[in-house]
């Protein structure tokens, strides 16, 4: 086939529009874009112009109140509320527990270490066990046999020839202290209360109450 080449006008000329044509479209593309771009900003300005305000909250000086202690300000005061409720149970209970201790002691009578304070106590065990006597009944009889002391020894009677003298502040031998010994009282025949309230329990026994014991008995 014969080959022919355009004029050198003509090939130019060709070019020449199509590229004209491809920088127009571009040009639009660009204008678009650009339009794009421009409109976007003045979009969003618009919606915001347009959204509605939010309220902050506003504390009592009239500053704007911050959001985490808006939050956290109810389970603070709950914390404080348990707080204070626990500590006032606990103060309760220690003045419970002093009020108690302060009834115990109360219960708990102490007698002094001396012959008032041994006819007292034994009294007091006599009257729990029902065993009769008084104050004077015990104390005239304690002078007499032993003058109020509670080591004292018979070291002369039959009693101490046949090898079990009487001892004690109401002269008990060992035989009437073991029949007679009062429970809940020391398991010594010398001990004071222990040897008053068997030497009452026997004369109880014997002669109705210690009160009625005016000798030797």
């Known amino acids: 086939m014969p ?3 355009l004029p050198r006008t003509v090939r130019f000329s060709r070019i020449t529009r199509t590229h ?9 593309a ?3 874009s650009g339009l794009a771009l421009t409109a976007a900003p003045g979009t969003a300005q618009a919606a915001s112009e347009h959204a509605p305000a939010t309220v902050q909250p506003v504390s009592a000086n009239g500053m704007p109140a911050k959001a985490d202690t808006a939050k956290t300000a109810r389970p603070v005061t709950a914390s404080v509320a348990d707080h204070l409720k626990v500590t006032a149970v606990a103060k309760q209970h220690s003045a419970q527990q ?9 219960a708990v009578k102490e007698y002094p270490n001396n012959l008032d304070g041994w006819i007292r106590e034994s009294l007091d065990i006599m009257k729990s066990k029902g065993i009769p006597g008084t104050y004077e009944g015990l104390h005239r009889n304690i002078m007499r046999e032993s003058s109020g002391n509670p080591n004292a020894v018979n070291d ?3 009693n101490a020839i046949n090898g079990i003298p009487s001892k004690g502040l109401l002269q008990v031998i060992q035989p009437t202290f073991d ?4 429970s809940g009282t020391a398991d010594n025949l010398v001990d004071p209360v222990a040897n008053i309230t068997a030497a009452a329990n026997y004369a109880a026994d014997r002669y109705g109450s210690i009160d009625n014991v005016n000798s030797a008995y």
């Open 3 to 5: 080959s022919f080449t």
């Open 20 to 28: 004209k044509v491809a920088v127009a479209v571009l040009a639009a």
């Open 30 to 32: 660009g204008a678009t």
């Open 98 to 106: 002093a009020a108690n201790r302060s009834t115990e002691r109360k």
């Open 156 to 158: 002369w009677d039959i």
């Open 179 to 182: 029949r007679f010994h009062v």
